[in-house]
Protein backbone atom coordinates (compact mmCIF):
# COMPACT_ATOMS: atom_id res chain seq x y z
CA UNK A 1 0.00 0.00 0.00
CA UNK A 2 1.12 3.37 -1.12
CA UNK A 3 -0.69 5.74 1.07
CA UNK A 4 -0.41 7.05 4.42
CA UNK A 5 -3.82 7.88 6.74
CA UNK A 6 -4.97 9.96 8.87
CA UNK A 7 -8.06 8.58 10.83
CA UNK A 8 -10.85 10.93 11.40
CA UNK A 9 -13.14 9.49 14.74
CA UNK A 10 -16.48 10.90 14.64
CA UNK A 11 -17.56 12.57 18.23
CA UNK A 12 -20.55 14.32 16.46
CA UNK A 13 -19.32 16.90 14.25
CA UNK A 14 -21.08 17.92 10.97
CA UNK A 15 -17.87 18.96 9.40
CA UNK A 16 -15.82 15.32 9.23
CA UNK A 17 -16.08 15.50 5.35
CA UNK A 18 -14.67 18.92 5.47
CA UNK A 19 -11.82 18.10 7.68
CA UNK A 20 -11.30 14.99 5.58
CA UNK A 21 -10.90 17.06 3.09
CA UNK A 22 -8.92 19.43 4.39
CA UNK A 23 -6.64 16.86 4.64
CA UNK A 24 -6.56 15.28 1.30
CA UNK A 25 -5.88 19.34 0.31
CA UNK A 26 -2.69 18.45 2.24
CA UNK A 27 -2.16 15.42 -0.70
CA UNK A 28 -2.90 12.88 2.60
CA UNK A 29 -5.45 10.09 1.92
CA UNK A 30 -8.23 10.50 5.62
CA UNK A 31 -11.04 8.38 6.19
CA UNK A 32 -13.79 8.98 9.06
CA UNK A 33 -14.67 6.42 11.28
CA UNK A 34 -16.81 6.55 14.01
CA UNK A 35 -16.52 6.71 17.38
CA UNK A 36 -17.15 3.43 18.63
CA UNK A 37 -14.40 1.71 16.67
CA UNK A 38 -11.88 -0.51 18.27
CA UNK A 39 -7.92 0.36 18.51
CA UNK A 40 -8.15 -3.31 16.66
CA UNK A 41 -10.23 -2.22 13.91
CA UNK A 42 -8.20 0.57 13.37
CA UNK A 43 -4.95 -1.16 13.84
CA UNK A 44 -6.28 -3.20 10.32
CA UNK A 45 -6.45 -0.14 8.39
CA UNK A 46 -3.60 0.18 6.58
CA UNK A 47 -0.53 2.56 7.06
CA UNK A 48 -2.64 4.84 9.60
CA UNK A 49 -0.31 7.52 10.62
CA UNK A 50 -2.20 9.58 13.27
CA UNK A 51 -5.55 10.04 14.63
CA UNK A 52 -8.07 13.35 15.05
CA UNK A 53 -11.04 13.06 17.05
CA UNK A 54 -13.57 15.71 15.40
CA UNK A 55 -16.30 16.79 17.90
CA UNK A 56 -19.19 18.81 17.53
CA UNK A 57 -22.45 19.48 18.91
CA UNK A 58 -24.36 15.85 17.44
CA UNK A 59 -22.03 14.24 20.19
CA UNK A 60 -24.28 12.80 22.63
CA UNK A 61 -26.20 9.70 22.40
CA UNK A 62 -29.28 8.75 24.07
CA UNK A 63 -28.60 11.29 26.44
CA UNK A 64 -25.05 10.56 27.10
CA UNK A 65 -21.71 12.45 25.84
CA UNK A 66 -19.64 9.99 23.85
CA UNK A 67 -16.08 9.09 23.37
CA UNK A 68 -14.03 6.69 21.84
CA UNK A 69 -12.29 3.55 23.40
CA UNK A 70 -9.28 3.98 25.97
CA UNK A 71 -7.41 2.00 24.59
CA UNK A 72 -7.30 4.33 20.74
CA UNK A 73 -4.54 6.42 23.20
CA UNK A 74 -2.39 3.69 23.35
CA UNK A 75 -1.88 2.76 19.81
CA UNK A 76 1.41 4.36 18.44
CA UNK A 77 0.58 6.54 16.37
CA UNK A 78 -0.03 10.55 17.29
CA UNK A 79 -3.81 11.33 18.55
CA UNK A 80 -5.24 14.50 18.66
CA UNK A 81 -8.65 16.50 18.74
CA UNK A 82 -10.66 18.76 16.97
CA UNK A 83 -13.45 20.35 19.85
CA UNK A 84 -13.39 17.57 22.05
CA UNK A 85 -12.34 19.49 24.86
CA UNK A 86 -12.14 17.12 27.58
CA UNK A 87 -10.09 14.53 25.62
CA UNK A 88 -6.78 12.94 27.28
CA UNK A 89 -4.53 14.26 23.89
CA UNK A 90 -3.97 17.33 22.68
CA UNK A 91 -6.30 20.21 21.01
CA UNK A 92 -5.47 21.30 17.77
CA UNK A 93 -6.70 24.29 15.72
CA UNK A 94 -7.62 23.95 11.61
CA UNK A 95 -4.05 26.14 11.28
CA UNK A 96 -2.68 23.58 13.45
CA UNK A 97 -3.53 20.39 10.60
CA UNK A 98 -0.90 20.70 8.44
CA UNK A 99 2.14 20.41 11.53
CA UNK A 100 0.03 17.70 12.90
CA UNK A 101 0.09 15.56 10.28
CA UNK A 102 3.17 16.04 8.58
CA UNK A 103 5.61 17.00 11.79
CA UNK A 104 4.07 15.22 14.28
CA UNK A 105 2.50 12.20 12.37
CA UNK A 106 5.49 12.20 9.97
CA UNK A 107 2.94 11.58 6.90
CA UNK A 108 4.16 12.03 3.09
CA UNK A 109 2.43 13.83 0.69
CA UNK A 110 1.28 10.47 -1.24
CA UNK A 111 -2.23 10.62 -1.63
CA UNK A 112 -2.68 11.11 -5.56
CA UNK A 113 -4.85 8.98 -8.27
CA UNK A 114 -2.08 7.13 -9.13
CA UNK A 115 -1.09 5.77 -5.94
CA UNK A 116 -4.79 4.93 -5.12
CA UNK A 117 -5.65 2.93 -8.15
CA UNK A 118 -2.72 0.85 -7.54
CA UNK A 119 -3.51 0.51 -3.91
CA UNK A 120 -7.12 -0.03 -5.08
CA UNK A 121 -6.69 -2.92 -8.06
CA UNK A 122 -4.03 -4.84 -5.50
CA UNK A 123 -6.54 -4.83 -2.56
CA UNK A 124 -9.10 -5.78 -4.95
CA UNK A 125 -7.13 -8.59 -6.56
CA UNK A 126 -6.30 -9.87 -3.15
CA UNK A 127 -10.28 -9.80 -2.27
CA UNK A 128 -11.80 -11.25 -5.25
CA UNK A 129 -9.11 -13.37 -6.66
CA UNK A 130 -10.51 -15.19 -9.88
CA UNK A 131 -13.91 -14.83 -8.57
CA UNK A 132 -16.73 -13.42 -10.46
CA UNK A 133 -18.18 -9.60 -9.87
CA UNK A 134 -21.56 -8.39 -11.42
CA UNK A 135 -22.23 -4.63 -11.66
CA UNK A 136 -25.52 -2.67 -13.16
CA UNK A 137 -23.76 -0.06 -15.54
CA UNK A 138 -25.63 2.39 -16.11
CA UNK A 139 -23.00 4.82 -17.53
CA UNK A 140 -23.20 7.45 -15.18
CA UNK A 141 -19.63 8.72 -14.03
CA UNK A 142 -19.79 6.41 -10.40
CA UNK A 143 -20.85 3.10 -12.39
CA UNK A 144 -18.49 3.35 -14.72
CA UNK A 145 -15.58 4.45 -13.09
CA UNK A 146 -15.92 1.49 -10.65
CA UNK A 147 -16.51 -0.53 -14.40
CA UNK A 148 -13.09 1.09 -15.60
CA UNK A 149 -11.39 0.27 -11.82
CA UNK A 150 -12.63 -3.56 -12.13
CA UNK A 151 -11.88 -4.27 -15.48
CA UNK A 152 -8.21 -2.79 -15.10
CA UNK A 153 -8.04 -4.81 -11.83
CA UNK A 154 -9.93 -8.14 -12.44
CA UNK A 155 -10.30 -8.11 -16.17
CA UNK A 156 -13.17 -10.65 -17.44
CA UNK A 157 -13.87 -11.14 -14.24
CA UNK A 158 -15.94 -8.63 -14.10
CA UNK A 159 -19.71 -8.88 -15.48
CA UNK A 160 -21.05 -5.80 -16.47
CA UNK A 161 -24.88 -5.62 -17.04
CA UNK A 162 -25.81 -2.91 -19.04
CA UNK A 163 -29.88 -2.34 -19.13
CA UNK A 164 -31.48 0.02 -21.76
CA UNK A 165 -34.84 0.95 -20.41
CA UNK A 166 -35.39 3.53 -23.34
CA UNK A 167 -34.97 6.54 -20.99
CA UNK A 168 -31.34 7.23 -21.54
CA UNK A 169 -30.35 10.44 -22.96
CA UNK A 170 -29.00 10.31 -26.94
CA UNK A 171 -26.25 8.38 -27.70
CA UNK A 172 -25.93 6.95 -23.90
CA UNK A 173 -26.36 3.97 -24.43
CA UNK A 174 -24.28 3.30 -27.85
CA UNK A 175 -21.14 5.14 -25.42
CA UNK A 176 -21.29 2.53 -22.95
CA UNK A 177 -21.17 -0.24 -25.44
CA UNK A 178 -18.60 2.00 -27.49
CA UNK A 179 -16.28 2.32 -24.12
CA UNK A 180 -16.73 -0.44 -21.78
CA UNK A 181 -16.80 -3.65 -24.49
CA UNK A 182 -15.03 -2.08 -27.68
CA UNK A 183 -12.28 0.06 -26.15
CA UNK A 184 -11.94 -1.73 -22.83
CA UNK A 185 -12.94 -5.39 -23.64
CA UNK A 186 -14.87 -5.78 -20.64
CA UNK A 187 -17.36 -8.44 -20.26
CA UNK A 188 -20.56 -6.56 -21.30
CA UNK A 189 -24.04 -7.62 -21.52
CA UNK A 190 -26.12 -5.21 -23.06
CA UNK A 191 -29.85 -5.50 -22.63
CA UNK A 192 -32.32 -4.22 -24.71
CA UNK A 193 -35.30 -3.51 -22.25
CA UNK A 194 -36.99 -0.99 -24.20
CA UNK A 195 -40.00 -2.16 -25.05
CA UNK A 196 -40.70 -3.71 -21.24
CA UNK A 197 -40.46 -0.74 -19.58
CA UNK A 198 -42.18 1.06 -22.30
CA UNK A 199 -44.79 -1.47 -21.92
CA UNK A 200 -45.39 -1.30 -18.31
CA UNK A 201 -45.44 2.60 -18.34
CA UNK A 202 -47.81 2.79 -21.05
CA UNK A 203 -50.88 4.49 -19.25
CA UNK A 204 -49.15 5.46 -16.48
CA UNK A 205 -49.10 9.16 -15.89
CA UNK A 206 -48.30 9.84 -11.76
CA UNK A 207 -45.60 10.41 -11.20
CA UNK A 208 -44.56 8.43 -8.49
CA UNK A 209 -45.92 5.23 -9.79
CA UNK A 210 -44.05 5.99 -12.49
CA UNK A 211 -40.59 6.18 -10.33
CA UNK A 212 -41.84 2.72 -8.89
CA UNK A 213 -42.32 1.00 -12.01
CA UNK A 214 -38.86 2.11 -13.09
CA UNK A 215 -37.25 1.65 -10.10
CA UNK A 216 -38.69 -1.71 -9.56
CA UNK A 217 -38.81 -3.28 -13.43
CA UNK A 218 -34.78 -2.38 -13.57
CA UNK A 219 -34.10 -5.07 -10.51
CA UNK A 220 -36.45 -7.27 -12.01
CA UNK A 221 -34.58 -6.99 -15.58
CA UNK A 222 -31.20 -6.72 -13.92
CA UNK A 223 -32.28 -9.47 -11.24
CA UNK A 224 -33.72 -12.25 -14.77
CA UNK A 225 -29.75 -11.27 -15.82
CA UNK A 226 -27.83 -12.39 -13.35
CA UNK A 227 -29.98 -15.71 -12.79
CA UNK A 228 -28.55 -16.57 -16.05
CA UNK A 229 -25.46 -16.14 -14.80
CA UNK A 230 -23.50 -18.56 -13.42
CA UNK A 231 -21.01 -18.22 -10.20
CA UNK A 232 -21.30 -14.80 -9.59
CA UNK A 233 -20.24 -14.12 -5.36
CA UNK A 234 -19.64 -10.13 -5.90
CA UNK A 235 -21.91 -7.52 -6.61
CA UNK A 236 -20.03 -3.89 -7.02
CA UNK A 237 -21.64 -0.86 -6.85
CA UNK A 238 -20.80 2.86 -7.42
CA UNK A 239 -21.29 3.84 -3.91
CA UNK A 240 -19.57 7.07 -2.95
CA UNK A 241 -18.28 8.97 -0.44
CA UNK A 242 -21.13 11.48 0.01
CA UNK A 243 -23.56 8.33 0.14
CA UNK A 244 -22.00 7.02 3.18
CA UNK A 245 -21.00 10.34 5.33
CA UNK A 246 -24.47 11.50 4.43
CA UNK A 247 -26.45 8.44 5.49
CA UNK A 248 -25.23 9.25 8.73
CA UNK A 249 -22.68 7.57 11.16
CA UNK A 250 -23.74 6.88 14.71
CA UNK A 251 -23.57 10.41 16.08
CA UNK A 252 -23.92 12.19 12.91
CA UNK A 253 -27.85 13.24 11.87
CA UNK A 254 -29.08 11.19 8.89
CA UNK A 255 -29.46 14.17 6.12
CA UNK A 256 -31.23 11.15 4.14
CA UNK A 257 -30.81 7.51 3.22
CA UNK A 258 -29.04 6.29 0.24
CA UNK A 259 -30.14 3.52 -2.16
CA UNK A 260 -28.16 2.00 -5.11
CA UNK A 261 -28.97 -1.53 -6.36
CA UNK A 262 -30.76 -2.24 -2.72
CA UNK A 263 -34.04 -4.16 -3.15
CA UNK A 264 -32.36 -7.26 -5.12
CA UNK A 265 -34.17 -10.65 -3.35
CA UNK A 266 -33.15 -12.58 -0.38
CA UNK A 267 -32.03 -15.58 -3.19
CA UNK A 268 -29.58 -13.43 -4.76
CA UNK A 269 -26.64 -13.26 -2.06
CA UNK A 270 -23.47 -11.83 -2.81
CA UNK A 271 -20.75 -10.27 -1.12
CA UNK A 272 -20.84 -6.18 -2.01
CA UNK A 273 -17.22 -4.26 -3.53
CA UNK A 274 -17.48 -0.71 -3.18
CA UNK A 275 -13.94 0.85 -4.58
CA UNK A 276 -15.36 4.15 -4.26
CA UNK A 277 -16.57 4.49 -1.17
CA UNK A 278 -14.10 6.53 0.15
CA UNK A 279 -14.04 9.19 -2.64
CA UNK A 280 -15.60 12.89 -3.14
CA UNK A 281 -17.59 13.16 -6.35
CA UNK A 282 -14.80 15.51 -7.80
CA UNK A 283 -12.23 12.40 -6.91
CA UNK A 284 -14.48 9.96 -8.27
CA UNK A 285 -14.18 12.40 -11.43
CA UNK A 286 -10.59 12.40 -11.19
CA UNK A 287 -10.56 8.77 -10.85
CA UNK A 288 -12.26 8.28 -14.06
CA UNK A 289 -9.81 10.43 -15.91
CA UNK A 290 -6.99 8.52 -14.91
CA UNK A 291 -7.90 5.22 -15.73
CA UNK A 292 -8.71 7.05 -19.14
CA UNK A 293 -12.48 7.22 -19.59
CA UNK A 294 -14.11 10.23 -21.81
CA UNK A 295 -14.57 13.44 -20.65
CA UNK A 296 -18.23 12.67 -21.68
CA UNK A 297 -18.33 10.17 -19.34
CA UNK A 298 -16.59 11.53 -16.37
CA UNK A 299 -17.69 14.76 -16.44
CA UNK A 300 -21.62 14.40 -17.12
CA UNK A 301 -23.87 16.37 -15.46
CA UNK A 302 -26.28 14.81 -12.92
CA UNK A 303 -29.02 12.19 -14.33
CA UNK A 304 -32.44 10.57 -12.59
CA UNK A 305 -32.22 7.23 -12.15
CA UNK A 306 -35.63 7.52 -13.81
CA UNK A 307 -34.24 9.64 -16.49
CA UNK A 308 -35.98 10.78 -19.32
CA UNK A 309 -39.24 9.20 -17.71
CA UNK A 310 -39.53 11.87 -15.28
CA UNK A 311 -39.00 15.03 -18.24
CA UNK A 312 -42.07 13.35 -20.38
CA UNK A 313 -45.14 14.69 -18.44
CA UNK A 314 -47.49 12.33 -17.88
CA UNK A 315 -48.55 8.88 -19.12
CA UNK A 316 -45.39 8.60 -21.81
CA UNK A 317 -45.54 7.98 -25.41
CA UNK A 318 -42.60 7.39 -28.08
CA UNK A 319 -43.53 10.66 -29.41
CA UNK A 320 -42.58 12.25 -26.56
CA UNK A 321 -40.00 10.86 -25.42
CA UNK A 322 -38.30 11.83 -28.80
CA UNK A 323 -38.82 15.08 -28.84
CA UNK A 324 -37.66 15.24 -25.18
CA UNK A 325 -34.12 13.02 -25.94
CA UNK A 326 -34.08 15.16 -29.00
CA UNK A 327 -34.54 18.74 -27.56
CA UNK A 328 -32.31 17.43 -24.77
CA UNK A 329 -29.28 17.05 -27.48
CA UNK A 330 -29.60 20.06 -29.01
CA UNK A 331 -29.72 21.54 -25.76
CA UNK A 332 -26.46 19.80 -24.84
CA UNK A 333 -24.85 20.57 -28.11
CA UNK A 334 -25.38 24.37 -27.95
CA UNK A 335 -24.70 24.38 -24.60
CA UNK A 336 -21.26 22.83 -24.98
CA UNK A 337 -20.51 24.55 -28.08
CA UNK A 338 -21.25 28.19 -26.06
CA UNK A 339 -18.74 26.76 -23.33
CA UNK A 340 -21.24 26.20 -21.17
CA UNK A 341 -20.98 22.95 -20.18
CA UNK A 342 -18.99 22.98 -17.40
CA UNK A 343 -20.37 26.29 -15.87
CA UNK A 344 -23.33 25.81 -15.62
CA UNK A 345 -24.96 23.09 -13.21
CA UNK A 346 -27.93 20.78 -14.98
CA UNK A 347 -29.83 21.84 -17.96
CA UNK A 348 -32.14 19.70 -19.79
CA UNK A 349 -35.71 19.57 -21.55
CA UNK A 350 -39.25 18.72 -20.19
CA UNK A 351 -42.06 17.61 -22.53
CA UNK A 352 -45.39 18.40 -20.87
CA UNK A 353 -48.57 16.17 -22.26
CA UNK A 354 -50.46 18.95 -23.80
CA UNK A 355 -50.27 20.81 -27.05
CA UNK A 356 -50.54 24.42 -28.25
CA UNK A 357 -51.92 26.35 -31.39
CA UNK A 358 -49.59 27.75 -33.40
CA UNK A 359 -48.55 28.80 -37.07
CA UNK A 360 -46.15 26.34 -39.05
CA UNK A 361 -45.86 26.90 -43.45
CA UNK A 362 -49.19 29.09 -43.25
CA UNK A 363 -51.39 26.70 -41.63
CA UNK A 364 -52.34 26.03 -37.87
CA UNK A 365 -49.99 23.34 -36.44
CA UNK A 366 -51.28 21.95 -32.74
CA UNK A 367 -48.07 20.44 -31.35
CA UNK A 368 -46.11 20.05 -28.22
CA UNK A 369 -44.33 23.03 -26.16
CA UNK A 370 -40.77 22.37 -25.03
CA UNK A 371 -39.73 23.80 -21.52
CA UNK A 372 -36.09 24.14 -21.21
CA UNK A 373 -34.59 24.46 -17.49
CA UNK A 374 -31.49 25.53 -16.72
CA UNK A 375 -30.05 25.65 -13.09
CA UNK A 376 -26.88 26.09 -10.62
CA UNK A 377 -27.12 24.85 -7.20
CA UNK A 378 -24.27 23.48 -4.52
CA UNK A 379 -26.00 20.46 -3.20
CA UNK A 380 -29.46 20.32 -5.40
CA UNK A 381 -31.18 21.86 -2.22
CA UNK A 382 -31.81 24.85 -3.30
CA UNK A 383 -31.27 26.03 -6.75
CA UNK A 384 -31.06 29.15 -9.15
CA UNK A 385 -32.51 29.93 -12.48
CA UNK A 386 -29.17 30.24 -14.80
CA UNK A 387 -28.67 33.13 -16.84
CA UNK A 388 -28.58 32.03 -20.60
CA UNK A 389 -27.85 35.30 -23.50
CA UNK A 390 -30.84 35.39 -25.55
CA UNK A 391 -29.31 35.19 -28.52
CA UNK A 392 -28.03 31.52 -27.70
CA UNK A 393 -31.82 30.75 -26.42
CA UNK A 394 -33.18 31.98 -29.54
CA UNK A 395 -30.49 30.35 -31.47
CA UNK A 396 -31.87 26.70 -29.45
CA UNK A 397 -35.18 27.42 -30.10
CA UNK A 398 -34.72 28.00 -33.83
CA UNK A 399 -33.82 24.76 -33.64
CA UNK A 400 -35.81 22.64 -31.65
CA UNK A 401 -39.12 24.25 -33.65
CA UNK A 402 -37.24 23.06 -36.65
CA UNK A 403 -35.65 19.85 -36.02
CA UNK A 404 -37.69 18.07 -32.85
CA UNK A 405 -40.43 16.33 -34.43
CA UNK A 406 -44.04 17.44 -32.95
CA UNK A 407 -42.74 20.45 -31.50
CA UNK A 408 -44.32 23.94 -32.06
CA UNK A 409 -42.81 26.22 -29.22
CA UNK A 410 -40.16 26.61 -26.58
CA UNK A 411 -40.49 27.95 -23.17
CA UNK A 412 -37.81 28.70 -20.25
CA UNK A 413 -38.25 27.55 -16.87
CA UNK A 414 -37.80 30.62 -14.63
CA UNK A 415 -38.44 28.76 -11.48
CA UNK A 416 -35.91 28.93 -8.71
CA UNK A 417 -36.19 26.09 -6.06
CA UNK A 418 -38.29 26.84 -3.92
CA UNK A 419 -40.72 26.37 -5.28
CA UNK A 420 -40.03 24.76 -7.95
CA UNK A 421 -37.99 20.98 -7.57
CA UNK A 422 -35.10 20.88 -10.68
CA UNK A 423 -36.89 17.96 -12.31
CA UNK A 424 -40.67 18.31 -13.25
CA UNK A 425 -42.00 15.27 -11.92
P1 LIG B 1 -35.20 17.72 -7.54
O1 LIG B 1 -36.08 17.50 -8.71
O2 LIG B 1 -35.62 16.90 -6.34
O3 LIG B 1 -33.79 17.13 -7.99
O4 LIG B 1 -34.98 19.16 -7.20
C1 LIG B 1 -32.58 17.32 -7.30
C2 LIG B 1 -31.48 16.61 -8.06
O5 LIG B 1 -31.66 15.19 -7.97
C3 LIG B 1 -31.82 14.64 -9.27
N1 LIG B 1 -32.85 13.60 -9.16
C4 LIG B 1 -32.57 12.29 -9.05
N2 LIG B 1 -31.41 11.65 -9.00
N3 LIG B 1 -32.56 9.59 -8.81
C5 LIG B 1 -31.40 10.29 -8.91
O6 LIG B 1 -30.33 9.67 -8.89
C6 LIG B 1 -33.77 10.19 -8.83
O7 LIG B 1 -34.82 9.53 -8.74
C7 LIG B 1 -33.77 11.62 -8.95
N4 LIG B 1 -34.75 12.53 -9.01
C8 LIG B 1 -34.17 13.75 -9.12
C9 LIG B 1 -32.21 15.80 -10.16
O8 LIG B 1 -31.88 15.57 -11.51
C10 LIG B 1 -31.46 16.94 -9.54
O9 LIG B 1 -30.10 16.92 -9.97
Redesign the pocket.
Known sequence: MKQDMIVILDLGSVGNSQLARDIRALGVYSEIHPHDISAAEIKALPNVKGIILNGGPNRTVDGKLVCVSEEIFDLPVPVASMNVPDAPCPEISPEGLREFVFSKCGCAANWNMENFISDQVEALRARIGGRKVLLALSGGVDSSVVAALLVKAIGDALVCVHVNHGLLRKGESEQVVRVFKDELNANLVYVDAVDRFLDKLAGVSDPEKK?KIIGAEFIRVFEDEARKLNDIEFLAQGTIYPDIVESGTKTAKIVKSHHNVGGLPDDLKFELVEPLKFLFKDEVRACGKALGLPDEMVFRQ?????GLG?RCLGAITRDRLEAVRESDAILREEFAAAGLAGSVW?YFTIVPDFKSVGVRDNARSFEWPVIIRAVNTVD?MT?SVARIEWPLMEKITARIISEVKGVNRVCFDLTP?PTG???WE
Open positions: RPFPGPVQAAKTIE
